[in-house]
């Protein structure tokens, strides 16, 4: 084989190797893009979710405080009002984890079936749990809110929540 031919031959291994190593930075930087993504959605669930804890513990607080209270046996009967404060409470945290729900069902961390496994427990056909949510939606995302709204439409119009 004369000298041009090997130059040829080597150039043209030297050219393969050169796409194959941009082929392989190209694979590996796709998939460290994807890896940060996924590790700052999971910082942004736990950040998420220690928020909600430190909420519900301020809450818990605020209701075990015996000031607080007795303010409120005051105004109500006591029995009344520790029901209506559990009722209200219950309630509260029950869209509230909801809305932790739609938050990584948002973010893409859970399917849309997780998301309605999550919601399941919020008593949406009871009139005094719509009441409270029309009370305290604003309290949410406009996304959420229209998400919770649109299954409270479904079953008033088929008694099940869409996709049921």
């Given amino acids: 084989m004369a000298r041009q031919q090997w130059k040829d031959i080597f ?3 030297g050219f393969v190797a050169i796409i194959g190593s941009l082929i392989f930075v190209g694979i590996e930087s796709r998939n460290s893009t994807r890896q940060a993504a996924l590790t700052t959605q999971a910082l942004e669930i736990t950040a998420y979710q ?9 809450n818990t607080l605020a209701i075990q405080n015996e ?7 005051r105004v109500w009967d006591e029995t009344e009002v520790l029901e209506i404060l559990g009722e209200r409470r219950a309630l509260f945290l029950m ?3 909801g809305d932790m729900a739609y938050f990584m069902y948002e973010r893409g961390a859970i399917s849309e079936d997780r998301l309605r496994s999550a919601l399941r427990p919020i ?3 009871s009139q005094r749990s ?3 949510w029309n009370q305290y939606k604003n309290s949410f995302t406009t996304e959420y809110q229209n998400y919770i709204d649109n ?9 099940r929540p869409a996709g049921d």
């Fill in 11 to 13: 150039e043209g291994i």
């Fill in 50 to 58: 220690e928020l909600m804890t430190n909420i519900e513990e301020l």
């Fill in 67 to 73: 000031h607080a209270a007795s303010i409120l046996a």
């Fill in 95 to 97: 869209f509230r984890h």
């Fill in 123 to 125: 008593p949406l056909t």
């Fill in 130 to 132: 719509r009441d409270f």
């Fill in 151 to 159: 299954m409270i439409a479904s079953i008033a119009a088929d008694g």
